[in-house]
């Protein structure tokens, strides 16, 4: 069954960076494009990233381009997001999606834990 | 961007009722090359991430009870949920992928009342 397990969140201060990892099994991931997506604390979802399934093309949210980027790792079935100058604001659940046929985000991860904290 | 709106934040329908949740966008996510509707729909339960219920705005995902539905076009787009069970209590999202940034719409916090 398609699983996507994301690692690599934890307690980071005010302008550091972290990677996020995102392990995929049980597809065909190379074939896909993929999408980070994050949620504040109580709040809503908010879409941050998407790479196409061969790495050629990234897009953004105004509120993390130039901050994040996402990448891939297609031979070893593996989605990054690079968070550089972390805010306060970046505290939340970080969630690697999958874009199924039809442009849909069918496959979701349980979510990592990014704190930005002083 | 596309901005997308929810309405209402929050709904109280009595079991077995119908839940209407509407969503406008900000300009339309109607493709005409392919007639299509760039808009899902999204159900998130506490503590869960969310899951795909509806996608091409009308097209229930395979293992999606069909008491739930999707309609509209362009700008004006509304998810039912028919007969009403205790398991549907969640937040539901809208969201359009007409054109990048994705964006959702803020959500509604669904109850029983």
């Known amino acids: 069954q398609v699983q996507l397990v994301e690692s690599g969140g934890g307690v980071i201060q005010p302008g550091k960076s972290l990677r996020l990892s995102c392990a995929a099994s049980g597809f065909s991931f190379s074939r896909y494009g993929m999408h980070w997506v994050r949620q504040a604390p109580g709040k809503g979802l908010e879409w941050l990233a998407a790479?196409?399934?061969?790495?050629?093309?990234?897009y953004y949210a105004t509120s993390v381009k130039g901050r994040f980027t996402i990448s891939r790792d297609n031979p070893k079935n593996t989605l990054f997001l690079q968070m550089n100058s972390l805010r306060l604001e970046d505290t939340a659940v970080y969630y690697c999606?999958?874009?199924?046929?039809?442009?849909?985000?069918?496959?979701w991860g349980q979510g990592s834990l990014v704190t930005v904290s002083p | 961007d596309i901005v997308v709106t929810q309405s209402p934040d929050s709904l109280a329908v009595s079991l077995g009722e119908r839940a209407t949740i509407n969503c406008k966008s900000s300009q339309s996510v109607l493709y005409s090359s392919n007639n299509k509707n760039y808009l899902g729909w999204y159900q998130q339960k506490p503590g869960q991430p969310p899951k795909l219920l509806i996608y091409w705005a009308s097209i229930r995902e395979s293992g999606v009870p069909d008491r739930f539905s999707g309609s509209g076009s362009g700008t004006d787009f509304t998810l039912t949920i028919n007969s009403l069970q205790a398991e549907d209590v969640a937040v539901y999202y809208c969201?359009?992928?007409?054109?990048?940034?994705?964006?959702f719409g803020q959500g509604t916090n669904l109850e029983i009342k």
């Open positions: 999606v999958r874009e199924g046929d039809d442009s849909k985000l069918d496959r």
């Open positions: 790479i196409w399934y061969d790495g050629s093309n990234e």
């Open positions: 969201q359009q992928y007409y054109s990048t940034p994705w964006t």
